[in-house]
């Protein structure tokens, strides 16, 4: 994980989510953003996480009973290509902020990476079901294979679908994380 992306991420989820809100972390993983995102939207609001490895949502849970949140949150075993299927239908046009740490669990099966064939659709759905000025935030990693490809294919999306978004990169490295942040009109 880059670290100083994902203070971005947070330093710019904290100005957007406020309390009573409902958020969806799209790869829960060790659950930090999780985490992060339950302290935003406080007791009054709600959180999903997805992530389709099972130790994944057994480590986000774990972390969420320790801080005493795990009730403000549903966690889905499923790809989150499936939005659609897996959250309650009221929660179409309503979520405030959508969260993508993509890549590989760190310090897990490093073989089991996001892919473009399903990240690209969970973005589209995702960023449908945005309330207004609702955000997605999608870190990517381009140092693993096929990393770069999906880094791109997002670009592309994004242009194609004309979003209001700002791109910011890590370092000066070809492989460096790059963060879009995306805003609905
Ligand atoms: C970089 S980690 C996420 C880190 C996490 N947000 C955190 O705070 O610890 C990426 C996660 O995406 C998950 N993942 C891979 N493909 C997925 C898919 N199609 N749908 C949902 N999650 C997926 C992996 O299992 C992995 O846990």
């Known amino acids: 994980m880059n670290v100083s992306l994902v203070q971005e991420v947070h330093r710019r989820l904290a100005d957007v989510i406020e309390a009573g809100d409902l958020c969806l972390d799209a790869t829960a993983g060790n659950g930090l953003d999780t985490l992060f995102l339950t302290q935003l939207v406080e007791e009054s609001g709600t959180v999903h996480a997805m992530d389709v490895q099972e130790d994944a949502l057994r ?6 009973a320790l801080n005493e949140v795990q009730l403000r949150v549903t966690t889905h075993l499923s790809c989150h290509s499936k939005i659609e299927t897996v959250l309650p239908p009221s929660a179409k046009g309503r979520i405030r902020a959508v969260t993508f740490n993509l890549g590989y669990l ?12 399903t990240t690209l659709p969970a ?7 945005l309330v207004r000025r ?6 990517c990693y381009r140092g693993h294979p096929g990393g ?18 700002e791109t910011i990169v890590g370092n000066d490295s070809e492989e460096s994380p790059v963060l879009h942040w995306i805003e609905k009109d």
């Open 134 to 139: 609702g955000v997605l935030s999608i870190l």
């Open 59 to 64: 480590i986000t849970a774990d972390l969420l």
């Open 106 to 117: 760190p310090k897990g099966d490093k073989s089991i990476t996001t892919s473009e064939e």
């Open 148 to 165: 770069k490809r999906e880094e791109e294919e997002i670009r592309k999306l994004i242009q194609e679908q004309g979003w209001k978004n």
């Open 123 to 129: 973005i589209r759905i995702a960023y449908e079901w």
